[in-house]
């Protein structure tokens, strides 16, 4: 009964370096979310993806970073040229359908930048 | 524009009393609102979920009360054990998950 997979659980990135989030969802759900989460506060919406297609990307700042979810394959959540800001925990949820909102999430990647 | 807000950032409770934690929505026009728990170094674990055309709603040891008057829900947990303790959101679903800062229970023997 595989869950929502993300990888990898922990990530260290130098300021300047790339860094690449991955979210296999569960078996079945086509949708996805990205939140992202700073200590001792709630999770913010980044973006919300179906298979090949973007839906909402209204909480992903507009420089550096970017999110797809190819036909096959994980999803993914890049981020260009990290600074000491982007240091959080990264959580990839997945659903069902567009209807079906209970979604479930991963264990979340925690991004340190140096 | 859209929040989700919990009125209480730590509740603190013994063993076996049930605890309330609260939330208040802004959006009259959700319709869809999730409680999760998130435990240190984990990611959210899905406990309830309600929708706007029922006002309470019981799971394990759980309920959840929705008032659409004030926009206010509730999550009540019953007989609280220490495997209670965790963080605990309230997302409205209206469109996106919206989460709010949550409010840490504490359960001690």
């Known amino acids: 009964n595989a869950g929502v997979m993300q990888n990898p659980r922990h990530l260290v990135r130098r300021r300047g370096q790339e860094a690449r989030l991955r979210c296999s969802p569960m078996k079945g759900h086509s949708h996805v979310y990205w939140y992202r989460q700073l200590p001792e506060e709630g999770l913010k919406f980044m973006v919300y993806l179906q298979k090949e297609n973007i839906i909402d990307e209204s909480g992903m700042p507009k420089e550096r970073f970017s999110a797809e979810f190819p036909k096959e394959g994980p999803s993914i959540l890049r981020i260009q040229q990290v600074v000491r800001g982007d240091s959080a925990a990264y959580f990839c949820?997945?659903?069902?359908?567009?209807?079906?909102?209970?979604?479930?999430f991963g264990s979340g990647t925690q991004l340190s930048v140096l | 524009g859209e929040s989700v807000g919990l009125h209480l950032p730590t509740l603190s409770v013994q063993e076996g009393d049930n605890s309330i934690i609260n939330c208040a929505y802004s959006?009259?026009?959700?319709?869809?609102f999730i409680w999760y728990k998130q435990e240190s170094g984990k990611g959210p674990q899905f406990i309830i979920d309600?929708?706007?055309?029922?006002d309470k709603r019981q799971g394990q040891r759980v309920t959840v009360l929705l008032n659409k008057t004030v926009k206010h829900l509730s999550l009540q947990i019953a007989a609280t054990q220490p495997g209670d303790s965790a963080v605990y959101f309230c997302?409205?679903?209206?469109?996106?998950?919206?989460f709010g800062t949550g409010t840490r229970l504490l359960v001690s023997p």
């Open positions: 959006n009259s026009a959700s319709d869809y």
């Open positions: 949820a997945s659903s069902k359908a567009e209807g079906d909102r209970g979604a479930f």
């Open positions: 309600i929708r706007s055309n029922m």
């Open positions: 997302a409205d679903g209206f469109q996106k998950l919206v």
